[in-house]
T-cell receptor
């Protein structure tokens, strides 16, 4: 029983490059959430997706950030033209239903922008 | 602004002592959850308490919820060095989808 998998675990990018973060939810889970954790901070909600649909993107920055959860394959969080302020840990969580009590978190991707 | 605000921000205790952590929130909620995060790792779900519940136990964990004061507490009894971690409360607001709103967390250090 694999839990939520995220890769890469660590990602280093230079300013202006693109970062692609992948999340494979728990098998059978069709709801995915992305959160960002800045140093010494709690997690901040970014986006909630169901297969092929963005349900809530109220926490996503207006520019450079996008997310998808295709019918097949992992969910992708994409950050274009990264800046130093994007350096953070990005966590993905999944749940089996829309109003499930518990979200299962992945180990996170730590993005460092040089 | 933060929905969940924990206090204290940091707590250092001796092994065997009890640790009490508090969380306050602003809006009405469906449920409140506590998570643990070991340094550099992902989050582990500890316990969930629903808005119509007042107290819940799970092993050495005891969580209370006071919806009139919009506050919750997490008690870890007989602490162990392995309990050293950051602890976060997270809420699901009433009527919202399941997105969680986290506080900044409490850093707990348990000295052996």
């Amino acid at each position: 029983n694999a839990g939520v998998m995220q890769n890469p675990r660590h990602l280093v990018r230079r300013r202006g490059q693109e970062a692609r973060l992948r999340c494979s939810p728990v098998k059978g889970h069709s709801h995915v959430y992305w959160y960002r954790q800045l140093p010494e901070e709690g997690l901040k909600f970014m986006v909630y997706l169901q297969k092929e649909n963005i349900i809530d993107e109220s926490g996503m920055p207006k520019e450079r950030f996008s997310a998808e959860f295709p019918k097949e394959g992992p969910s992708i969080l994409r950050i274009q033209q990264v800046v130093r302020g994007d350096s953070a840990a990005y966590f993905c969580a999944s749940s089996p239903t829309a109003r499930a009590d518990t979200q299962y978190f992945g180990p996170g991707t730590r993005l460092t922008v040089l | 602004s933060q929905q969940g605000e924990e206090d204290p921000q940091a707590l250092s205790i001796q092994e065997g002592e009890n640790a009490t952590m508090n969380c306050s929130y602003k809006t009405s909620i469906n449920n409140l959850q506590w998570y643990r995060q070991n340094s550099g790792r992902g989050l582990v779900h500890l316990i969930l308490i629903r808005s119509n519940e007042r107290e819940k136990h799970s092993g050495r964990l005891r969580v209370t919820l006071d919806t009139s004061k919009k506050s919750s507490s997490l008690l870890i009894t007989a602490s162990r060095a392995a309990d050293t971690a950051s602890y976060f409360c997270a809420t699901v607001p009433t009527g919202a989808n399941s997105k969680l709103t986290f506080g900044k967390g409490i850093t707990l250090s348990v000295r052996p």
